[in-house]
């Protein structure tokens, strides 16, 4: 590498920018104390905004810096700006909540921030050590946001859990990637493909072991089954602003991620890997859906509404093509819309400054607040996937891939499933507007809770009128997953053969 | 040469007993003082291999780190060490089986790796030393995933006090400024006191 000057660094301006920044904050912060934590989420969303539009600034072919171990291109501005809209939702969501739940303390939008930057770094990453390093700087964070009602017992809970069971699927990707690395000799992603065609015999099944721990440990992240069992609790316990943070951003991270691995090193290889992401996509979305009928909590279900959602987003990328990682990148950020409405229309559901956690307590909503239980119906008719609500277009584009690549059964499979998945959506309706009335709620005052539940219920309807810009956009982004016909600035894939001559 | 060789073999030796030490010794805390014993020699070890970093790294992180927060462990939490020792002849049969596994696995690594002359050693050039050598990478090629692990080592920290801070209201600290800017007139008086009559 060629020393680092201001300018060879400007792929990563919007990191630096939000890394520098973070620390000043940090340091006001430390300094004003607690008072100042409503001013320092404003702030942090001007943070956010101005590292957003800085995205835009950069060229949108592919770059590589920082030694090859950070790229930049379509993808990566579209998954970040999709984080971007992610973080400053829940920034907007969190500093009311955390007011009225007496949590006021100026280490949350900070942890946010860092969380933030740990997935901008994690869809940039384009070399093991750096993917892993960011879902390490991304998951640390939200190990202590789940644990930031530290006196409840449920949140203490939910961030041990997730902290234990996170440092487990953070081991098996660590030895995943030793294996990859002892059986390529290489980490960067544009030398593993390099290699990849040259193995056979026992190194390319001790590579493929590699991919298999990595994949793992990738799939607790985003949550499909069977490395689902922390999500219930998790967003349980967690407090309301954090899960709905958990449920939009971390995910569409890790989703991004895992199409950059997939698609990038692994191209060739997709016949190996393709069955493991089939078996946790029909996983999930069986077992979200059916574990979802049993739920009575409000959180919990959507606990299990993220696992069947993440089944669903799955079937794109099982399709291994970037049409396929197309519609699974645009039906999470769909996903994430939506869930943010949902959890705008969650923490409105306090009754004497205490909040609700009960589906039955949405009893009779229609008639205490019609309004809100006509947004809150929209926007579950929207994530069950009913025409032609946002929802829809996110399900429709994922089946219509997986029937193009010929998977017919899992894109029938997966409609029978949301099917089943729909009737609990479907019963919260039936609660608002069927059953008997409750005393009402408090009245609502958060002006930007109110903005993010309007804006999500204007995506989801108004989505309609131009479904397939968005998708477009998406499909634009993943032409350049690929790293096969790159040429990154320095190559060190000479050292795989290397190896390979010694090693024989 | 033979100079060598002694002290290898007194560093090996001490290194072996004091290992041993740590899991025979009644009291814990000289247990945890054994091991310290045991980094120090594995550390010299290092040093006549020419491995100076890791020694280095071993006396810091292991010695100065690691095995003082076991001291502080053993001492703070209150664990009743020797309802622990129980049992010690019933697992003993699996502990050995244990170690005779790791024990071949390691003789079998060795044979593979350095048997049948697979693994070759590069020289590193004289006039760099491992440390330069390390740090001539860590700060360049790998500068990226060492500024970013600082990062995570913050947040470690700012999550540790996020979460087991409290600020107490009604603690009396020690505030040196205010003892130092304390000047006689502010706070004391002088009463001239009459003979027999008191204050």
């Known amino acids: 590498m060629t020393g680092l000057t201001f300018v060879s660094l400007y792929p990563v301006w919007p990191e630096l920018f939000m890394v520098i920044s973070t620390l000043m904050l940090l340091v006001i912060g430390v300094i004003k104390g607690n008072e100042f934590t409503s001013l320092l989420f404003k702030l942090c969303f001007g943070v ?59 280490e949350y939008p900070i942890l946010m921030m860092f969380a933030t930057l740990g997935m901008f770094m994690m869809v940039s990453a384009s070399h093991l050590l750096s993917f892993y390093i960011a879902l390490e700087l991304q998951s640390l964070s939200l190990y202590v946001l789940a644990a930031f009602r530290r006196r409840s017992v449920t949140s203490s809970e939910a961030g041990l859990k997730y902290f234990i069971l996170g440092a487990l699927s953070s081991g098996l990707i660590l030895f995943g990637i030793s294996l990859i690395y002892g059986f390529t000799g290489v980490l960067g992603y544009s030398d593993i493909a390099s290699v990849v065609p040259g193995l056979e015999g026992d190194r390319l099944t001790g590579f493929l072991f590699g991919v298999m721990f990595v994949l793992s440990g990738l799939a607790f992240k985003v949550s499909a089954v069977p490395f689902h069992m922390w999500t219930p609790d998790v967003y349980e316990g967690a407090p309301t602003s954090v899960t709905a943070f958990f449920a939009m951003a971390p995910k569409l991270a890790a989703f991004a991620m895992l199409i950059r691995f997939l698609g990038g090193p692994l191209e060739n290889l997709a016949d190996q890997w393709q069955v493991v992401i089939i078996f946790l996509s029909v996983m999930s979305m069986a077992w979200g859906a059916f574990a979802g009928l049993a739920q009575t909590r409000i959180k919990r279900l959507l606990a299990y509404s993220s ?14 093509t970037a049409e396929g990682y197309a519609a699974a990148m645009f039906y999470m950020v769909i996903y994430m819309i939506t869930t943010a409405g949902i959890f705008a229309f969650v923490m409105f559901m306090r009754r004497d400054g205490r909040a609700l956690k009960e589906i039955s307590d949405l ?25 032609p609500l946002a929802g829809f277009f996110g399900k429709f584009f994922v089946f219509e891939v997986a029937v193009a690549e010929g998977m017919y059964a899992l894109a029938v499979f997966g409609v029978l499933t949301s099917v089943v998945a729909a009737f609990y959506y479907l019963r919260i309706i039936k609660v ?49 997953v690929y790293v096969s016909q790159d040429t990154p600035s320095t190559s060190d894939g000479g050292n795989a053969y290397e190896l390979e001559n010694t090693s024989r | 040469m033979i100079v060598q060789a002694v002290v290898f073999y007194l560093f090996a030796s001490v290194m072996l007993l004091s290992a041993t030490a740590v899991i025979t010794l009644k009291n814990p805390v000289h247990s945890v003082l054994c091991l310290i014993l045991a980094f120090f020699n594995a550390a010299g070890l290092f040093l006549m291999l020419g491995a100076e970093f890791v020694a280095m790294i071993l006396v810091i992180a292991y010695v100065g780190a690691v095995a003082v927060l076991f001291l502080f462990v053993v ?125």
């Not at chain 1, 696992?307 to 291994?320: D, E, P, R």
């Not at chain 1, 539940?453 to 131009?466: E, K, P, W």
């Not at chain 1, 479904?467 to 350049?480: G, S, Y």
């Not at chain 2, 001239?192 to 204050?199: A, D, H, L, P, S």
């Open chain 1, 363 to 387: 009893s009779g909503l229609s008639k205490t607040h019609p309004l809100m239980a006509y947004g809150f119906a929209v926007l579950m008719f929207s994530i069950s996937g009913i025409p």
């Open chain 1, 307 to 320: 696992i069947s959602n993440v089944g669903f987003a799955l079937i794109g990328v099982a399709a291994a």
């Open chain 1, 48 to 106: 956010v905004a101005i590292s957003a539009i800085m995205m835009f600034g950069v060229p949108t072919e592919k770059i590589y810096a920082l030694n090859d171990m950070f790229v930049l291109g379509r993808f990566a501005m579209f998954s970040k700006l999709a984080i971007a809209v992610a973080v400053g939702i829940s920034l907007i969501l969190s500093s009311r909540y955390l007011r009225e739940e007496a949590l006021n303390r100026f």
């Open chain 1, 432 to 480: 608002m507007f069927f059953d008997e009335e409750e005393d009402a709620f408090d009245q609502p005052h958060s002006i930007g809770r109110k903005s993010v539940a309007v804006l999500a219920l204007a995506f989801s309807v108004l989505f309609i009128l131009s479904p397939l810009k968005l998708l477009e956009t998406a499909r634009q982004a993943t032409q350049v």
């Open chain 2, 75 to 199: 001492m703070m939490l209150d664990i009743d060490f020797s309802r622990l020792r129980e049992g010690v002849v019933k697992y003993a049969p699996i502990g050995i089986v244990l170690g005779v596994v790791l024990l071949a696995e390691l003789l079998l690594l060795f044979r593979a790796v350095f048997g049948e002359g697979r693994f070759e050693t590069q020289a590193v050039t004289d006039d760099v030393t491992n440390t330069q050598a390390l740090g001539q990478v860590l700060y360049t090629d790998y500068i990226y995933i060492f500024q970013s692990a600082g990062l995570i080592l913050l947040v470690a920290m700012i999550g540790a006090i996020v979460l087991t801070l409290t600020h107490r209201t009604g603690v009396k600290r020690q505030n040196v400024g205010d003892q130092v800017s304390r000047r006689p007139e502010d706070v004391l008086e002088i009463h001239k006191v009459e003979k027999r009559t008191g204050v």
